[in-house]
């Protein structure tokens, strides 16, 4: 059995660790080095299982060959319906060069920023709503508590006669 172990900010696999080949990025699986960057590679990777549904990444491909076609440049291409900002996405997670790979701070905001612009209903959990229509009451809070990072959730709705 391998042992993984964490050395500078990355993870290094040794003596026989066992990975799944088609989620792991080509310096994680060439060089068994595995950083938060591979682990930006490898959610590129669950967009594609997101966006079909959970079809398997590189169908069709071995193991083998998987590892020879991404080393040399090959990418997935656009999954039937993904809109063009995700697979953008995508492509960026898979760059040859990890240090081009977004942050997942990056992500976050990107994913949030294609929420809001696809779903106008979609509204940020950190904004407050608030509406008092003919007399009733709706609030939605969602406040971050500064001292402990914590957020609070305050949902009110309040009907008159």
């Not at 007399?135 to 009110?156: F, T, V």
Request: hydrophobic letters at 35%; aromatic letters at 12%; a neutral charge.
């Amino acid at each position: 059995m391998g042992r993984v172990y964490f050395l500078n900010r990355e993870y290094v696999a040794h003596a026989g660790a066992r990975f799944p080949i088609k989620w792991t990025s080509p310096e994680a699986a060439n060089y068994s080095r595995f950083t938060i960057k591979s682990d930006v590679w490898s959610f590129g990777i669950l967009l594609t299982e997101i966006v079909t549904y959970g079809r398997s990444p590189y169908p069709g491909m071995h193991n083998a060959e998987v590892l020879r076609q991404v080393d040399a440049g090959y990418r997935m291409s656009k999954p039937p319906g993904c809109p063009p900002e995700i697979y953008d996405l995508m492509l960026e997670c898979w760059a040859a060069d990890e240090n081009k790979r977004p942050s997942f701070a990056t992500i976050h905001f990107r994913l949030e920023q294609f929420c809001e612009d696809e779903q106008p209903a979609y509204r940020n959990a950190n904004t407050n709503i608030h509406s008092h229509p003919n007399g009733n009451s709706i609030a939605l809070q969602n406040k971050q508590n500064p001292s402990s990072g914590a957020y609070h959730n305050h949902i009110e709705i309040s009907v008159s006669p």
